[in-house]
């Protein structure tokens, strides 16, 4: 049980920060350190790091990267330039949702797949099986350490710890943390400003102690998972699965239609997107006290029409947030509605998504 | 971790500061400690009885939800609007402020079965030996 728990490289420094750990898709995973909220608000309001080693990190190189890795995913990575990075999914034949994941084009020849811990397995298989001859896979998730810095001051402390010029929102780059190569990725998830940094895990404790001497805060799961909702962005196997299609999601823009290339549950996808959309992924704000969770029955008019797939408390609106695919005519922001939390009704309206937009410096 | 002397404890992590048949019932500071920012309480109205070991409410953190269970049977004199309005006050101040209920008691020989700081000490050190396993 605990005992087939892989712990993080960096584990004993986390202990020494005082984390409280958990289990987490196979992972001893810190949750929280001072405490969620606070964590919440350094976050938003400077800066915070997350060690988020146990994400999966495949590596497909060689002259047949791209095409190989385009038919493993939804979206047209090899439209990618060296040094942008998009968001796309990994659909099975019948396009179901495998995995959410971010694809970064290091160079002509070479990308980086970052996908969730749980689905780690799942994504080398099916990048794996999309090989062709001139393209390999090299998974680096137990050599190196992938932190996320995270707050509106991420770029300036960066950039005093580090070599190179730092890539732009959405791009990344080959810096260096000493005499160390470092991988930096201007993404995250969170909702603000921030930078995804891999190194080797020498590199990447020292790393992780510079960005905390210079007073960022160290975050963990719980935090990680607020952030994120806040600004509605999707947990795979919350708010995506197999059972949910793209569109509904609200993640159109992760999937490439038009450049005719068969990947993984294309002929599906594309019937799928023929079809009206029924219902949509909507943002939820309650209007009382009390917490909405996953799985608690959405009600209309007396009538349950969903059940919650994300929800928790706001610490930024000081109320309880959430999502849940709500038929598309009580989408309209405004839509009044009950969540039912355990035989008590709490009032909820459908608000605009985000629930949080940071004020855009980059 | 703050454990006053002069107060009876259950095992599900409550204190109770009792005068005659009237009892003040709160969470122990461990507890809001475990449960980390709590961010809403429902807890039961004045004129509830409650009964020993019965579900009385429940508390959230930004976690996780847990129920609150009665540590003594009685009749709810108080609720404590004030940490319900500002849930925050159980995490800041669990044996002062941040107090839940106050009851007058049914049968004040429960009392008796209620843990001393020492004993509940014992209890929650062997918690945290187990979470940290």
């Given at each position: 049980m605990t005992d087939d728990l892989r712990s993080l490289p960096l584990d004993a420094l986390h202990a020494e920060l005082g984390a409280r750990f958990a289990p987490f898709a196979g992972w001893r995973m810190p949750v929280q350190y001072a405490g969620i909220v606070e964590e919440h608000r350094a976050v938003r309001e400077r800066a915070g790091v997350f060690d988020v080693s146990h994400m999966g990190r495949i590596y497909v190189s060689g002259p047949a990267a791209a095409q190989s890795l385009r038919a493993a995913?939804?979206?047209?990575?090899?439209?990618?330039?060296?040094g942008e990075a998009h968001y796309a999914l990994m659909c099975d034949?019948?396009?179901?949702?495998l995995d959410d994941l971010f694809v970064y084009r290091m160079a002509a020849d070479r990308f980086l797949v970052v996908n969730n811990a749980a689905n780690a397995e799942i994504g080398r298989e099916q990048i794996g099986r999309h090989l062709v001859d001139g393209a390999e896979l090299d998974d680096r998730q137990s050599t190196t350490v992938m932190l996320a810095l995270q707050g509106p001051a991420s770029a300036e402390i960066l950039s005093g710890s580090v070599n190179g010029e730092l890539p732009k929102r959405r791009r990344c780059a080959e810096l260096s943390f000493g005499a160390a190569p470092l991988f930096a990725c201007r993404?995250?998830?969170?909702?603000e400003d921030g930078f995804e940094l891999i190194a080797e895990v020498e590199a990447g404790s020292g790393l992780l102690s510079a960005l905390l001497d210079v007073g960022v805060t160290p975050c963990g799961l719980g935090a990680r998972d607020t952030l994120r909702l806040e600004a509605a962005l999707p947990l795979y196997g919350n708010d995506i699965d197999?059972?949910?299609?793209p569109w509904e999601a609200g993640?159109?823009?992760?999937?490439?239609?038009?450049?005719?290339v068969d990947f993984a549950g294309r002929a599906a996808l594309e019937a799928t997107y023929a079809l009206p959309i029924e219902r949509k992924l909507a943002c939820l704000q309650a209007q009382g006290r009390g917490i909405m969770r996953p799985g608690l029955p959405v009600l209309h008019g007396g009538q349950t029409v969903a059940s919650m797939s994300s929800g928790g408390f706001s610490p930024l609106l000081g109320v309880s947030i959430g999502m849940a695919y709500l038929p598309v005519e009580l989408t309209e922001h405004g839509t009044e509605l009950e969540v039912d939390v355990r035989g008590k009704l709490l009032a909820a309206s459908v608000v605009p998504r985000p629930f949080y937009r940071r004020r855009k410096t980059s | 971790m703050n454990i006053p002397s002069n107060l009876s404890f259950s095992k599900e992590h409550e204190w109770v500061r009792s005068e005659e048949d009237i009892a003040v019932i709160g969470i122990t500071d461990y507890a809001q400690d475990q449960l980390g920012d709590i961010v809403y309480l429902d807890l039961p109205s004045i004129g509830t009885e409650l009964t020993q070991a019965g579900k009385m409410g429940e508390i959230e953190s930004v976690k996780a939800v847990s129920d609150l269970f009665a540590p003594l049977s009685g009749e709810v004199l108080e609720v404590n609007q004030a940490a319900i309005d500002a849930p925050e006050t159980v995490n800041e101040q669990p044996y002062g402020d941040g107090w839940l209920i106050k009851i007058r008691l049914t049968?004040?020989?429960?009392?008796?079965?209620l843990l001393s700081a020492e004993a509940y000490d014992e209890l929650i050190t062997r918690e945290m030996e187990e979470n940290t396993d």
């Open positions: 995913v939804t979206y047209d990575v090899a439209s990618l330039a060296a034949d019948g396009g179901g949702i993404t995250g998830y969170t909702g197999a059972t949910t299609n993640l159109g823009f992760a999937v490439s239609l038009d450049d005719g | 049968d004040a020989a429960q009392l008796d079965a």
